[in-house]
């Protein structure tokens, strides 16, 4: 999910897939693209069927460590017996977008993106996504979900600051505590703002801590102007890989991600710590969407229906993700409460900007980034 790029390459378009289902005495073909829901191809049972008979399903962009992706996929396979492609899993929200119009009509499109909020707005501006709604449409939340089906959120977290606490003498808890002289040359994002959801939070996150707001996130380019100026700023972006290398000290990134980091380091020796920062509590959550011109359309759509069952959501959650249907799992008793305890704290309640405050925001970083930490 951090940014790399992607190069697509010539392969055949995969035929559309028909399934067949029975009503009023007879059989009709429906084509998998076109569906808008389960009931379109007469039940789950039936959209099981056409997804198992394409046999495959291509993902982009899914870390093994990130929100529990590894476990998530191979609960999948073993449930469906269905061949999951996953490809390039630390690319970007941007480089999925891409991929879908420089792959359009090959066989090595995305069947699917998980992308961040501003990208799955813009996406779906572009014409991008197919329309779908899960069976568990109607316990989305109405402002996690496009109206239509084009996407709908799925897991989500607040930006945290995680820290190597053998390598930091005292690890820093808020945005203002990173500027300091002892953190230089260690303070990290996972990937570039202009093309990482992750990033984009973080940027997000330090302007409500320096006086900002949804409607302006110019604080935040002044905060990692200034983290540049002081030192402190590391250009490397975050991967397990650095963490345990030692070049990201100090990373700005999801907190089930910092979360999720920690099992894995203590086995290296590291103390990894995730701390959600005093003064910039910023939460966001990802998006789905069924790319319009998937090669497994049928399996696309399945993909989606396991993501948003108490299984799936639940599997998020086990990544130290707060899965889009938390409170009604926990209304309705289908939540991992083991694995709900295990979620970093944070006090009161997540709010969201809105459709054109992400927009702003996104034109001001493009606008911006790299001029706060150039040189």
């Not at 099981?48 to 476990?71: Q, S, T």
């Not at 961040?116 to 996690?144: C, H, M, R």
């Not at 302006?216 to 975050?238: I, S």
Request: charged fraction near 20%.
């Amino acid at each position: 999910m951090t940014a790399f790029l992607l190069v697509g390459a010539a392969a055949c378009g995969a035929a559309p897939t028909t399934a067949t289902t029975s009503g009023g005495g007879s059989s009709a073909g429906v084509d998998a693209r076109t569906a808008a829901s389960a009931a379109d191809f007469g039940g789950l049972d039936k959209l099981v069927e056409a997804a198992k008979k394409e046999g495959k399903l291509h993902v982009i962009a899914l870390p093994p460590d990130w929100a529990n992706y590894g476990k998530i996929i191979e609960a999948f396979k073993a449930k469906y017996g269905i061949e999951i492609e996953s490809e390039t899993p630390d690319a970007a929200s941007a480089d999925e977008i891409n991929a879908l119009k420089t792959r359009k009509g090959q066989d090595r499109a995305p069947d699917v993106v998980d992308v961040s909020q501003s990208f799955a707005i813009s996406g779906a501006g572009e014409g991008l996504f197919a329309p779908y709604k899960v069976q568990t449409w109607d316990k989305i939340p109405a402002n996690q979900k496009e109206p239509s089906g084009l996407w709908f959120n799925d897991y989500g977290g607040y930006v945290s600051i995680g820290c190597d606490a053998k390598k930091i003498a005292k690890c820093p808890e808020s945005f203002a505590d990173l500027l300091k002289p002892e953190y230089k040359g260690k303070v990290a994002l996972n990937g570039n703002p202009t093309k990482s959801g992750s990033a984009f939070a973080g940027v997000y996150a330090a302007s409500l801590a320096n006086g900002g707001s949804f409607d302006d996130v110019q604080p935040g380019l002044e905060f990692f102007k200034k983290l540049k100026a002081a030192g402190n700023f590391n250009p490397v972006e975050t991967t397990p890989a650095t963490i345990e290398k030692g070049e990201t000290q100090i990373s700005i990134d999801w907190d089930y991600n910092n979360a999720a980091y920690a099992p894995k380091m203590a086995e290296k020796g590291l103390d990894w710590k995730t701390v959600i920062p005093s003064d910039g509590k910023y939460f966001q959550l990802y998006a789905q969407a069924i790319n319009k011109d998937a090669p497994h359309p049928a399996a696309a759509r399945l993909w989606q229906e396991f993501l948003y069952s108490p299984e799936g959501q639940n599997l998020y959650l086990g990544g130290f993700a707060r899965p889009v249907l938390l409170p009604a799992m926990k209304a309705d008793g289908s939540i991992d409460k083991a694995a709900e305890s295990n979620l970093p704290p944070v006090d009161g309640e997540p709010t969201f900007p809105t459709e054109a405050q992400v927009n702003k925001a996104k034109e001001a970083l493009a606008a911006g980034w790299d001029a706060a930490v150039a040189g």
